[in-house]
């Protein structure tokens, strides 16, 4: 089984200023897909960005941006210019390239002050 | 991803009721899954149904769950002789397709269930 694990449970970073969120995997496969998704105030499950194992290219999505380190197994979330609607708990995700099911880790509770 | 609609958003229920929720896919989508989250927990995998069919239920409890996703109508998540412990929030996915769109699925707004 995959296991996803994000060890800062909380963070805090200040408006306009960039932070940086963590998460480790522990996996055999060879491809397979990395998520980040926010869980802000309102609960929904909103993607953030998405990672392809195979593509060595760190995904980007706007302010958003991954460090992907196979070798490794980490997959942080790198937030710039973060915003007072950055605040949410962030998660991140592992699912097998032949699978369906999302592994989440407990996530990271980012609070963005003024 | 707005387009996954669960109902209803809050439910309250009696230890020993039953508790169903429902979820419409979004458009397009023949695919649904269900997660739980507890408190403080990240969420965990339940059930995968395609249409009129369970494709993968390992993660939902033996007893007293059940799911369902009929050719007409929305999926259906039932507890039945809920206990506190269920309480939780509970999220409805749906993808177009187990290799569509780089497997990316999109996630309702959750309903939340509490056993008092």
């Known amino acids: 089984a995959q296991t996803v694990t994000q060890s800062q449970p909380e963070m805090s970073v200040q408006e306009a200023e960039t932070v940086t969120l963590s998460c480790t995997y522990d996996?055999?496969?060879?491809?397979?897909?990395l998520f980040w998704y926010k869980q802000p105030p309102s609960r929904q499950m909103i993607l953030v960005i998405r990672q392809e194992a195979y593509k060595q290219q760190n995904a980007t999505e706007n302010r958003f941006s991954v460090n992907f380190q196979k070798a490794a197994k980490s997959f942080s979330l790198k937030i710039s210019d973060s915003q007072l609607g950055d605040t949410a708990m962030y998660f991140c995700a592992f699912m097998r390239n032949s699978g369906y099911a999302l592994n989440f880790g407990k996530g990271t509770s980012l609070l963005v002050t003024p | 991803n707005a387009g996954v609609m669960q109902n209803p958003r809050h439910l309250v229920r009696r230890r020993g009721q039953e508790a169903r929720l429902r979820c419409s896919p979004m458009?397009?989508?023949?695919?649904v899954y269900w997660y739980r989250q507890l408190p403080e927990e990240g969420l965990k995998f339940m059930v995968y149904l395609q249409k009129e069919n369970i494709i993968d239920e390992s993660g939902m409890p033996k007893e007293r769950f059940s799911a369902e996703f009929p050719k007409e109508g929305p999926s259906i998540l039932r507890i039945q002789q809920v206990v506190r412990g269920d309480s939780a929030a509970y999220f409805c996915?749906?993808?177009?397709?187990?290799?569509?769109?780089?497997?990316?699925?999109?996630f309702g707004e959750g309903s939340w269930l509490t056993v008092v």
């Open positions: 996996t055999s496969e060879n491809n397979y897909y």
């Open positions: 458009k397009g989508h023949s695919h």
């Open positions: 996915a749906s993808s177009p397709g187990v290799k569509v769109a780089g497997n990316t699925i999109y």
